[in-house]
């Protein structure tokens, strides 16, 4: 009786393993059938091609300072001005009972406070009243390290404003900090960058400033991740047109087997931003080149970048990213950097 219950006992447990074992195979293989590999390809273009770097800030008024006394232990007849008050730069504020000079607005702006009355004497330096000029702003980004050597005064900026989403600002770059601020091992230097029409903006308002370092008409151009290095070389992979149709977009796409041929172009790389990259040597507008494959899971719905096909290990999407720290955002035949600006290359 004790041998029949152990055989029964061994035929459940070897029918529940196998049970188990079926289940598990039939997802695995499910899942292997569900999940696709899309080919991507995209033109060569040409165009006006910038490359820009950003930083965030915060809206300051050009002039914010104290109105000091110059001269020593005089005694105030007259305080001319309250808090709240605008003022023109020349106007009288304080006057004296000695008739010593008057102290007067040191430039356009508004009182923000009084410190003094009528009555008291004021020693030399003695701050007697605040002014600032809220009509006439600029904004201080803080900028990476790696940055700061393509920022130079005079260059022009394109400003947005996180309370104004649908207002664009411009202005031009002022001044360089010659310190920077490290924080985690990362220094920052602040860059001051002249507001040229303000209206509408406060004080204390953050923002993003995104400063043109550089920029060139009719350059050739393709993204940056159609662009692998091996062997200290630059090259892409010219598509076979015959194996893809193009979307709307210009860009071709292909649910065929990712491993079509394509030939191997050895290319000279020069500006780049986050998204593309410019070619000086080895292609021409039109041309065609392969880009890493888009790996989809049907199960779900994820998708990302491989690089089988190529047939080159270690390089794809990942090689040039590295290569190009830069930042921004690029369509149609105008490619504009942003975040931090675009390393050159050969």
Known sequence: ?????????A???????????????????TNAQQVMTQARTALVRQGKFEV?????????????EDIKSSINNNQIDQVLVSAGQSVKKG????????????????????????????????????????????NDLETVAAIDELDIPKIKVGQSTTITVNALPDQTFTGTVTDIANEGTSTNGVSTF??????????GLKVGMTDQANILTASKDNAVFVPVDAVHSK???????????????????????????????????????????????????????GQVVRLPNLVINNNNANAKFSQGGFGFGGMGMGGMGRQFRSGGNGGGNKAVGGSSGGRSGN
């Not at 009786?1 to 006992?9: G, H, V």
């Not at 529940?16 to 289940?23: D, E, K, L, R």
């Not at 602040?190 to 209206?199: A, D, E, Q, S, Y």
């Open 1 to 9: 009786m004790k041998n029949w219950m152990k055989w029964l006992i």
């Open 91 to 134: 106007d009288v504020l304080i006057t004296f009972t000695d008739g010593s000079d008057p102290i007067t607005a040191p430039s356009d702006g508004v009182i923000t406070a009084v410190n003094v009355q009528a009555g008291e004497r004021v020693q030399i330096g003695q701050a007697v009243a605040h002014l600032t000029n809220y």
């Open 11 to 29: 035929v459940i447990v070897i029918v529940i393993v196998g049970f188990a074992g079926y289940q598990w195979v039939g997802s695995k293989t």
């Open 231 to 285: 062997n200290g070389e630059k090259f892409v992979i010219l598509a076979d047109q015959n194996q893809s149709s193009k979307d709307h977009q210009g860009n071709n796409q292909s649910n065929q087997d990712s491993r079509w041929s394509g030939s191997r172009v050895i290319v000279k790389t020069g500006l780049a931003n986050t998204d593309y990259v410019e070619i000086t040597q080895g292609l021409t507008p």
């Open 190 to 199: 602040n860059v001051t960058i002249h507001i040229n029409n303000p209206t």
């Open 52 to 64: 820009r770097v950003s930083g965030s800030g915060t809206i300051q008024p050009v002039t914010s």
